[in-house]
């Protein structure tokens, strides 16, 4: 009897094993699935889309993946790097590789309060934002300061002869992957924030208190006070080239100003438009004063980058999403070594590299509604260049330049800055936008760092294979859209206009349509700029650019009207009789301008002739040139 009751007493012991083991199990794996970590819980939402180089786009709509509805592949498996690192196939924030003034070590104000910054050394964060193993070195997240902090370090000191010091050192960065810090940065452009994506569906679910966020949002933007037609920009930008009113004589005489004068006579010498074997004439304006321009950059111009600047704000840029123009110009500026010179008393340009897009992430208080510290944060910088170099004086800053794709860069950079080149995706009349001295910076959706290529197709359909009329998809977000929606959604079987298209896998959904369309509808957003432009010009799709006041990428030497549609905002309804009112024979001449202009519009890793890089710095340089007085 005695081993019976021990018998019972061990099996029950064995049970009572069993069943806490289970119960620990069952609490673990309901740990697992229904608290997920934040990483993998706001990957999911739209309303702060981690775009494809892993940061949060504020200020775009993300679902382009940005802008068109349909969201990007959640990839985020690692890729061996070069030097045994793992990084996203997509990189985001790059650290720039040796440049030709890698061995300078100038001075720098204090740009940061150490007391702000710290580094985390969790990689996972590094992985999502897209990170470098160098980059990862100095970086670790893109953290929000709070308001006590920034108020004491967000922006640099009122700089004298005295307050320049060596740079901080990288143990005091931190930038954040946590999704929650970037959701705040400023208004979103998603025009899906009330969306949630599966994972393993394209299913969604609306959220009805994200949408009543996103329509106040959108009262925020209005029209332009005054509409400027093209026409009128036109007139604009021969009036500012033949102006000596608007030109700035130097504070001192430098050898430079005579190669700049000259350059300004031997361009105005080949006035005279010929047959070009390289270039198509009615793309441009002048094609001949277009080539010896180009000529002459290429013999004579010298540009110093300053080293000055803290990471990530300056030196830092992103490869791919929908800011990544200005990363690719500052990666192959910084690191080209035909124009970029070590002495700046040759120098004809000055370049300062910094990232609108990174300042943003960095400095932007979260919910404060303010920009005013990421413009004194600039403001200062200048300050301290004028302060430790004699260059910005000698010409009140005329020669220098910036290449800035967020939409606040038209505000990070006023006051002094103002009188600078500014090369500005956002390149609207209304918010200070000066034809003739800025240049419209093309804002490009990079997909893949890697290849910036990537969906560059050859041998696209003719424009006797494209049936559908005009074709709109994308987010309902700023003043404009919603206006094209209600005239044509659903209204006519010509006018594909439609809201955000359902998710497929590399968005084919929207890229056929593209591909099978004679005109693509680029109307603004919450801002004039779209990268809806370049991508209709990748497809061979003509644009219609409905955006009032929009200077148009290399405004000074294309002929936009010859290869692109401009409606005015007021004309939405009256859109189609528009598109029909182009002949047969005009059409099928825009759509071989379409395919011949594209090559002004692609990025390279090894820049080549007439590409994206060089235009953008011939703009820059043509701008200077035609400043200088004769």
């Not at 000055?308 to 690191?335: T, V």
């Not at 779209?530 to 219609?544: D, G, K, L, Q, T």
């Not at 890089?613 to 340089?621: G, I, K, R």
């Amino acid at each position: 009897m005695y081993k019976g009751v021990q018998f019972l007493c061990q099996r029950d012991a064995g049970k009572l094993l069993m069943l806490v083991g289970a119960t620990f199990v069952i609490v673990m794996v309901v740990q697992y699935f229904e608290i997920p970590s934040i990483g993998a819980f706001t990957s999911l939402f739209l309303g702060n889309a981690v775009r494809n180089d892993g940061l949060v786009d504020s200020n775009h709509n993300a679902s382009n993946p940005l802008e068109r509805g349909a969201m990007p592949p959640l990839d985020i498996a690692l890729k061996p790097g070069k030097n045994g690192s793992f990084v996203k196939p997509d990189l985001g924030v790059v650290r720039p590789s040796a440049s030709p003034l890698a061995n300078a070590k100038p001075a720098s104000p204090p740009l940061i309060s150490p007391s702000s910054l710290n580094i985390s050394p969790n990689t996972k964060d590094h992985a999502a934002i897209g990170l470098s193993k160098d980059a990862t070195s100095q970086l670790s997240s893109l953290s929000k300061p709070d308001q006590a902090s920034l108020s004491q370090s967000a922006s640099p000191p009122p700089l004298n002869a005295t307050t320049v010091s060596s740079s901080i050192s990288p143990s005091r960065l931190n930038i954040s992957s946590n999704t929650k810090d970037h959701a705040a940065i400023g208004p979103n452009k998603d025009a899906n924030s009330g969306l949630l994506l599966n994972n393993n569906s394209s299913s969604v679910t609306v959220n009805s208190s994200a949408q009543a966020a996103s329509a106040k949002r959108n009262q925020k933007y209005k029209p332009p006070s005054k509409v400027v037609p093209i026409s009128e920009m036109n007139i604009m930008l021969h009036q500012r080239y033949a102006s000596s009113s608007s030109s700035m004589i130097p504070h001192w005489p430098s050898e430079v100003d005579k190669d700049m004068l000259h350059a300004r006579s031997e361009i105005e010498k080949a006035g005279g438009i010929g047959d070009d074997i390289d270039l198509y004439a009615p793309l441009y304006r002048n094609v001949s004063m277009f080539k010896r321009s180009y000529e002459l950059m290429e013999r004579l111009l010298k540009v110093y980058v300053y080293q000055e600047g803290e990471k990530p704000i300056f030196h830092e840029y992103l490869l791919n999403g929908i800011y990544a123009s200005e990363g690719w110009f500052m990666k192959l500026m910084e690191n080209n070594q035909h124009f970029v010179t070590k002495d700046p008393s040759k120098a004809h340009l000055f370049y300062i590299p910094f990232s609108s897009r990174l300042l943003e992430l960095k400095l932007y208080v979260r919910k404060s509604h303010s920009r005013e510290n990421l413009v004194e944060y600039m403001k200062n910088f200048v300050d301290m260049l004028g302060v430790k170099y004699p260059y910005w004086n000698r010409t009140d800053g005329t020669d220098h330049f910036v290449a800035a794709c967020h939409d606040w860069a038209p505000a990070e950079t006023r006051g002094r800055m103002l009188k600078s080149i500014r090369a500005l995706c956002n390149a609207d009349l209304e918010v200070g936008f000066d034809v003739g001295k800025d240049v419209s910076l093309p804002e490009t959706y990079v997909r893949s760092a890697e290849n910036p290529l990537k969906n560059l197709e050859p041998n696209l359909p003719s424009a006797s294979e494209r049936h559908v009329l005009a074709f709109f998809a994308g987010g309902i977000h700023g003043y404009l859209r919603p206006i094209l929606l209600s005239h044509w959604e659903n209204k006519d079987p010509d006018m594909r206009i439609t809201g955000p298209l359902p998710h497929v896998r590399g968005s084919r959904n929207y890229i056929e349509l593209m591909k099978s369309s004679k005109f693509c509808v680029c109307p603004r957003g919450f801002e004039v700029n779209s990268p809806r432009i370049v991508e209709s010009i990748f497809f061979e799709c003509v644009p219609v650019i409905i955006s009032d006041n929009f200077v148009p990428p290399f405004f000074d030497v294309l002929d936009w009207e010859s290869f692109a549609v401009f409606v005015l905002e007021k004309d939405i309804p009256e859109l189609k009789k528009i598109l029909l009112a182009i002949s047969d024979e005009r059409y099928r001449e825009m759509h071989k301008r379409v395919k011949m202009v594209q090559r002004h519009f692609l990025w390279h890793h090894q820049p080549v002739k007439y590409d994206l890089f060089h235009m953008v710095l011939h703009s820059v340089w043509y701008n200077r040139v035609f400043q200088m007085r004769m």
